[in-house]
Nanobody, 115 residues
Framework: QVQLVESGGGWVQPGGSLRLSCAAS????????MRWYRQAPGKERELVAS????????SYADSVKGRFTISRDNAKATVYLQMNSLKPEDTAVYYC????????WGQGIQVTVSS
């Protein structure tokens, strides 16, 4: 069965950095684009970043451009989200996503940015 397991979240001060990881299993990882979403309290889930199956194409929400970098290691079936210059408004639960025969989501991981 498809599994997506996020790790690497936590608390960080404004201006700090975190790297999220999402370990995938149960499907041919290298054949699918991957995405990171986030959901802040009281807000809708939003797409943060996406990466093509071989990693050659990426896209970002305007709010994170220049600060976040999505990458993947197909040998490890893992997708990453490097988050730099974090702001309090980046506080949210972050989710890994894959669209295969249907949408699959990780369990989510909390990122809190505060002083």
């Amino acid at each position: 069965q498809v599994q997506l397991v996020e790790s690497g979240g936590g608390w960080v001060q404004p201006g700090g950095s975190l790297r999220l990881s999402c370990a995938a299993s149960g499907f041919r990882f290298r054949s699918y684009a991957m995405r990171w979403y986030r959901q802040a309290p009281g807000k809708e889930r939003e797409l943060v970043a996406s990466i093509s199956s071989l990693g050659g194409s990426t896209s970002y929400a305007d709010s994170v451009k220049g600060r976040f970098t999505i990458s993947r290691d197909n040998a490890k079936a893992t997708v990453y989200l490097q988050m730099n210059s974090l702001k309090p408004e980046d506080t949210a639960v972050y989710y890994c996503n894959a669209r295969i025969s249907m949408e699959y989501w990780g369990q989510g991981i909390q990122v809190t940015v505060s002083s």
